[in-house]
């Protein structure tokens, strides 16, 4: 009696005989088996490709913890300062990309927000985390001057009151309150905006030398695209503010101009003599 029944499935092509259901049942499950070999090659790459990220980003922040960033050029400071806020890319490149458009590290940390949504690869949290760093230091350093409460010459007004302007990107007017031994008693931003408008608050200048019973006060503002010469309205509003503060018997002795890291005091440029005796030389 002869054998019958299903034809046997070989590792060869569908034989003839086979029915058009049978034939389209082998092709189906080489398919599946092919598929299952290629998810199952790609799933053993990723994790060695994921460990390679993990290796680098290892060494990266060992170095950093032993040498500090006197070692790492630019693009490695931006690299690493972005593995905090994108965990599963590669920062190198993105940090060329910063560096390529905003010119610097400086350039970098200065730029508007938006500008730097802009670059491939930085979103909301990396553009945030660049913009946290320059106030992130400006508060610690005017947390080192907190203790630091006599001003004994003016390039030791000019060096604190530059720190208050660190990453400042609009123009800010401050003010420093001294007692009779010129020691601080106020310092700090009294108006956001243009110094040569209204905009710095005369009333509330007066107000506070008074509330803190002021002898001596040190006006402050920046120039954020500019150099530090003072303008001719500059001056203006400097004999503008030294005539409100003499209505309360508080003395404005100087008016200190900043731009990036460098500053003028009128007072010391002997650029006002009719205002301003050398209290602080």
Known sequence: MGTSGLPSLQSGGPRSGQTGQQKELILNKRERLLLEKNTSAGNQKQPETESLHAGHRERVKSQF???GLDSFQAHSVLELLLFYAIPLK???PIAHQLLQKFGSLSGTFD???EELLKVNGIGMSAATLIKLIPQLCRRYQEDLDR???YIYSYDEA???L???FIGRQNEVVVL???DSKTRVLYCDVVDEGAVNSASIYIKKIVRLSVQYDAVYAILSHNHPSGNCLPSKQDLSTTRWVYEALDTVEVRLIDHIIVSGNDYLSIAKSK???DLFNPELE
């Open 176 to 178: 420093m309150l001294l």
């Open 158 to 160: 000019g060096k604190r």
């Open 147 to 149: 203790d630091k409460t």
């Open 162 to 164: 530059l720190n208050k």
């Open 90 to 92: 590669d920062t190198n």
């Open 271 to 273: 650029l006002m003599p």
């Open 111 to 113: 730029a508007p927000f």
């Open 65 to 67: 913890l032993a040498a």
